[in-house]
């Protein structure tokens, strides 16, 4: 018998380059006899009644959800009635806030740039005087990152005091980080696509006009093998954070070491595809399969 399973994406993030990639999973999914509902996540409102949480939908609940959101209240909600999530609220939630995922690799060897989490602030920011340790501690350029962010925007590269304090103004209510610039890596990264604990997909992403490779800002992408320590770190980084699917971005040190610079729970995979061949649709479908059966 099929088992069933539900596709869950953001109804308001439905342009095209969204809605190709969800037909693509579904497409494949069904290849692997799976009995798919493509959901949008405003279809299942999470209610609280009498007490009681539950899920406004007359639908059954599936054997399993490729959750390709970040709508954590209804991927808590999905896990609370016992459904499988691929991947996990948990891991979703470390992986969209950059913040959390530093924290979650501190203290296991893993290799990053020094960052220093900017405090929070209530009603304005009246005292700036935390720069101080952060121009001593980082220097000057660094990067400051909003700890909310995709496709390599809300990432500004910090050239002096005056662009620092001006920066920081600006994003006062909005959570933020500090990060050491890796001059080394200036516009190239490499995207390794993990499924389970295998590198399925590697592709070096380059920019000779922008310090971040993102192909959203220019990049270009070129195929890549990466080496057995780049495997390593991204494998790790992602059991690290409880991913099932994880794009892992990697810098480059001074001798072309790897130091990690973020994961991706929802990693987009047109890319990776147009640059690669590698439909990694598969290899996820699969995993799921192996993991439900």
Sequence with gaps: ?????????????????????????????????????????????????????????????????????????????????????????????????????????????????????????????????????VIETLGFPMVIKETFGSFGEQVYLIENEQQLRQKVKELQHKPHLYQEYIASSYGRDVRLNVVGDQVVAAMLRKSEQDFRANVTAGGKMFRYQPSERERELAVRCSQLVGADFAGVDLLFGENDEPILCEINSNAHFKNIYDCTGVDITHDMMAFIKESID
């Design 1 to 133: 018998m099929s088992k069933r399973g539900w596709i869950i994406y953001n109804g308001n993030l439905y342009r095209k380059k969204f809605a190709e990639q969800i037909e693509w999973l579904r497409e494949t999914a069904e290849t692997f006899d799976f009995a798919i509902d493509v959901i949008a996540n405003h279809q299942l409102l999470v209610a609280i009644e009498e007490g009681e949480t539950r899920i406004l939908t007359e639908k059954t609940d599936p054997d399993f959800v490729f959750f390709w959101d970040k709508d954590l209240f209804l991927a808590r909600q999905l896990e609370v009635q016992g459904l499988r999530l691929f991947n996990s609220a948990k891991a979703i939630e470390i992986c969209d806030d950059k913040a959390l995922t530093y924290q979650q690799l501190a203290n296991h060897g893993i290799r990053m740039p020094k960052t220093i989490i900017a405090p929070k602030v209530f009603v304005s920011l009246e005292d700036d005087s935390h720069l101080d340790q």
